[in-house]
């Protein structure tokens, strides 16, 4: 049964549990909802959460547990024979699921069936041509016993997904029939359904903290194992990037921080001056009627994909550098620089500086507007002198976390930057940084076996560790030097 059915089927569950439930109680009291502890439709919500909600979260459960438990009892199948020179049983055992993928595709798009799939396992230079069929490439060459794993394999997760939507449907139908047992007009279903609910949101919530846990731990995990690989002292003190597949690779760290933060600050000097002047006409000197008009025009900058502003980069602002600033002043010939990428992402930028600080200068009271007019000043002087003092934490605070979403962009660098990591000071030359090479080492089929694979994890790390702290001092600064207005 398939997971989509499987779904359907809960939810349909769930929608006759909420009806059951609810005649079942108006039932009990012929009708008069006056002798029910709750409302008729809370005995409903009761039934359907208790036909879905155990259901749901035990074949969460089982999405996550299966596969590691599969994937475990196949590893000991894997024999040393089946490793080859160069490769690992991480290697194999990613062919192995490869190959169980491309039977799966096989079967489902009706060129072979079960019986066939058995035979394919037997003969790995057939299998091979038919797993090519469907663009499955592989690692290492097939022999009988990994095709043989697959196909354990495969049967293991076809058995495991038919043993779940048993256990799944199993407990929804117990939970539906045991929760309509328990419908009587004295029944507290509404104290029942609200903390379930009340559990049920304590749950969402702490996603966000689970996810941000996750992905620190798994970033820690895979980074210390870059680290048993190769000398963490090469990664934080290298002045070279020159990773090669196979060994010999020199990964220092330095070029690709310097292009991110060179990219970055120019960026800054692009959005910071334009998106700061934007927000305070918006917010002090443009009448309502334009301000309604203007802001919403730029905040559409916001919802423009980064892949567009890279394309722009590359066809537009690259040449227009090149030809009217690089080689006239003899600073290079090539679109793609830093110079390109910084003023594209300054533009995307703009949005985001002058967004927020327009919120923080619209919160100062205007009191404080009043008084500096009481007193003889005009309006550039106020805002000088007493807005945008007042205003000053929250706008560096908005500065920082632009600066934040500068240092994760990748397209615009892919497309106006190049892929050239160096130490270099001329803005019209090409370089790159952190994010484009994390993608890059991460790109193709590769398994995280080698150091120049595992390094993007290291600078994953290392660029949320920046990132991070950047986000706190924009916090601690809000925070310490905001003022309080009643």
């Known amino acids: 049964m398939s997971l989509g059915l499987l779904l359907l089927l809960l939810i349909g569950l769930a929608g006759l549990g909420f009806v059951a439930g609810r005649q079942r109680a108006l039932a009990a009291v012929r009708g008069d909802a006056r002798d029910l502890h709750s409302l008729p439709a809370y005995y409903g919500q009761a039934v359907a959460l208790a036909a879905a909600v155990p259901a749901a979260l035990l074949m969460l459960v089982w999405l996550i547990v299966q596969p590691l438990a599969v994937e475990r009892s196949t590893l000991a199948l894997i024999l040393p024979e089946d490793i080859g020179a160069g490769s690992s049983r991480e290697l194999v ?79 929804a139908v117990a939970g539906f029939l045991l929760a309509l047992w328990r419908v009587t007009p004295q029944f507290r279903a509404r104290n029942v359904v609200e903390r379930v609910m009340q559990v049920l949101l304590i749950a969402a919530s702490s996603i966000a903290i ?151 200068i619209n919160a100062v009271p205007q009191a404080l507007r009043d008084g500096s007019y009481a007193i003889g000043a005009t309006q550039s002087e106020t805002i000088r002198q007493v807005v945008f003092p007042a205003a000053l934490p929250g706008i560096v605070g908005a500065i920082l976390m632009a600066a934040s979403r500068a240092i994760g962009e990748t397209m615009i660098v892919v497309l106006g930057a190049g892929a050239a990591a160096k130490l270099d000071l001329n803005p019209f030359e090409a370089m790159t940084t ?52 009643e």
């Open 93 to 171: 055992m990613a062919d192995i699921r490869r190959i169980a993928e491309g039977m799966e595709v096989l079967v489902a798009s009706g060129t072979a069936n079960e019986g066939e799939i058995v035979a394919l396992a037997s003969q790995p230079e057939a299998l091979k041509a038919r797993l090519a069929e469907v663009n499955v490439a592989l690692a290492a060459p097939i022999s009988a016993h990994v095709a043989g794993a697959a196909l354990v394999y495969r049967q293991s997760m076809a058995t495991g997904q038919g043993a779940m939507a048993v256990a799944v449907l199993a407990l």
């Open 210 to 360: 689970l996810t941000t846990a996750g992905i620190i731990f798994s970033l820690v995990f895979e980074s210390w194992h870059f680290f048993q690989l190769y000398p963490a002292r090469d990664f934080f003190l290298s002045l070279t990037w020159s990773p090669k597949f196979g060994g010999g690779s020199d990964l220092g760290l330095w070029p690709l921080l310097w292009g991110t933060l060179y990219v970055s600050a120019i960026a800054l000097l692009v959005a910071v001056p334009i998106g700061l002047m934007a927000a305070i006409y918006l917010s002090e000197y443009a009448s309502p009627a334009l301000r309604a008009v203007a802001k919403p025009a730029i905040e559409i900058l916001a919802g423009i994909p980064s892949i567009v502003y890279g394309l722009f980069a590359l066809m537009t602002v690259g040449p227009f550098l090149r030809d009217w600033f690089a080689q006239p002043m003899g600073l290079g010939d090539s679109s793609s620089s830093v110079m390109t990428a910084g003023v594209v992402m300054g533009i995307m930028l703009i949005p985001y500086v002058s967004s927020l600080s327009d919120d923080i």
């Open 434 to 485: 952190v994010t484009v090479k994390i993608v890059s080492q991460l790109t193709g089929d590769t398994e995280f076996a080698s150091p120049e694979t595992l390094v993007a994890f290291a600078l994953g790390l290392t660029l949320f560790v920046f990132t991070l702290g950047l986000n706190v001092l924009a916090l601690y600064i809000v925070r310490k030097y905001r003022e309080q207005y």
